[in-house]
């Protein structure tokens, strides 16, 4: 998607509206305007600009766009008409001709409900640990609605006023992280029935740090059953991020390579190194041989948190490679020799193939040269509350 001219500008387009209302936000919160919820400045109205819906309704995205292109030339005929006295009743005649002329689109899309949290970032810099505790929060209060795959498909999803939807699906990754944060902490409730409690709220039992985990769990979960179902990423999951020990150096976090690309091996046996990657080996959790691999991780929430994104129970000999950004991108099944186009598990759907091709050609041709050429050419666009892949 990210190789069309459309989606170069739906980018850019989506990227400007989150900034600006972060901004406004950052702004009031300055000025000692904004209220503060779960430790972050609160978005102070019931609307919000929406990202997300725009993504999927390209008409409205255009609309929008072109609305903006008009303001922006209202307000700048505005500004003349106040600096430039001869053509000023003409300069202020074209400001509501280009008010109405403006192709507005429907508000119901470009408008979405907000919370006080929607624009809250997560704290928890998706860490083993925090996917490790989400993990054992799901089991203990949400596993009975949603199951343990988390698709809902349970008996007692029947008998609630709304079947609970997939998280396996893209929804976690539609909705801004801190709307997810309020919904699991207040609850949901139905437009339709007039406000019906559809899920319950659990402010009184979990706190925001309880609610992000579960956002980091959900995620990690989500990935690993779109892995079995589909045998790819659809939806961008970043390597979780863990603590490695490389020789005698004090222990570091794998995000402290980020701009590096990092290729974990789980298993027992040292990696052969490469010079393309950083190479980290991860060991299960109740391994004491020592081992001659430079960079060694060996937490069980790590072990536990990539067997969860890879969609299986057995993780060792897999191999997974995530890209300059951090994201997760390739993953080499255990027992398969050398890397091909196919281990590329999160790329573009459209993909810029002449593009990756002409990288690919310039490198050695081995499958990893290959591979790694393609994830670059193809890099994850990231937009809060709504991802272009
Ligand atoms: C009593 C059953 C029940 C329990 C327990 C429950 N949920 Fe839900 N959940 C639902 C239902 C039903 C919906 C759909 C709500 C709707 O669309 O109005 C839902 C929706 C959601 C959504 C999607 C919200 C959105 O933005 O559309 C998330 C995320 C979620 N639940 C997470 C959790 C987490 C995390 C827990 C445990 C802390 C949990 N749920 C516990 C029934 C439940």
Redesign the pocket.
């Known amino acids: 998607m990210n190789s069309t001219p459309e989606a170069d500008w739906l980018n850019l387009l989506i990227g400007l509206l989150q900034g600006a209302q972060l901004q406004l936000l950052r702004v009031l919160d300055a000025l000692g305007l904004a209220q503060h919820v779960y430790g972050q400045p609160a978005w102070p109205w019931a609307r919000r600009l929406s990202g997300e819906n725009l993504l999927i309704d390209l008409g409205q995205a255009r609309s929008l766009a072109w609305t903006l292109v008009f303001v922006a030339v209202a307000v700048l005929a505005l500004l003349l008409a106040f600096l430039w006295r001869r053509p000023r009743y003409y300069l202020l005649a074209l400001v509501p001709m280009l008010l109405i002329a403006a192709p507005w689109p429907e508000p119901r899309v470009v408008l979405v409900p907000a919370t006080p949290a929607s624009f809250h970032a997560s704290p928890t810099g998706f860490t083993a640990e925090s996917i490790a505790q989400g993990r054992v929060?799901?089991q203990q209060?949400?596993v009975?609605?949603?199951g343990a795959n988390g698709k809902g498909e349970v008996p007692?999803a029947a008998s609630?006023a709304?079947?609970?939807?997939d998280?396996s699906g893209p929804?976690?990754w539609r909705?801004a992280d801190g709307?997810?944060l309020w919904?699991?902490l207040h609850g949901?409730?139905?437009a339709q029935q007039g406000g019906q409690p559809?899920?319950?709220s659990?402010a009184a039992k979990?706190n925001e740090a309880d609610a992000w985990a579960?956002v980091d769990y959900?995620k990690a979960q989500g990935a690993g059953q779109s892995l079995r179902a589909l045998g790819s990423w659809p939806q961008p999951i970043g390597l979780p991020d863990m603590a490695v020990r490389c020789g005698a150096q004090p222990p570091r976090l794998l995000a402290s390579w980020r701009g590096q690309r990092v290729r974990i091996v789980a298993g027992g046996a040292a990696p052969v190194e490469d010079p393309r990657l950083v190479t980290v080996l991860l060991r299960p959790p109740s391994s004491a041989v020592a081992t001659s691999a430079d960079c060694v991780a060996d937490s069980a929430a790590a072990w536990e948190a990539l067997a969860l994104i890879a969609g299986t129970e057995q993780l060792a000999g897999t191999q997974l490679i995530a890209d300059r950004d951090g994201w997760l991108r390739a993953r080499g099944a255990p027992g398969k020799a050398g890397w091909s186009d196919d281990d590329l598990l999160c790329r573009s759907e459209r993909a810029p193939v002449a593009a990756a091709e002409q990288v690919a050609a310039a490198l050695p041709a081995d499958g990893l040269g290959a591979l790694i050429a393609r994830m670059d050419a193809q890099p994850v666009r990231f937009v809060k509350g709504g991802f272009i892949h």
Do not use: E
Request: proline content about 10%.
């Open positions: 929060l799901y209060n949400c009975a609605c949603h007692l609630l709304v079947w609970p939807p998280l929804l976690l909705r709307d997810l919904r699991i949901t409730r139905d559809t899920m319950p659990f979990l579960l959900m």
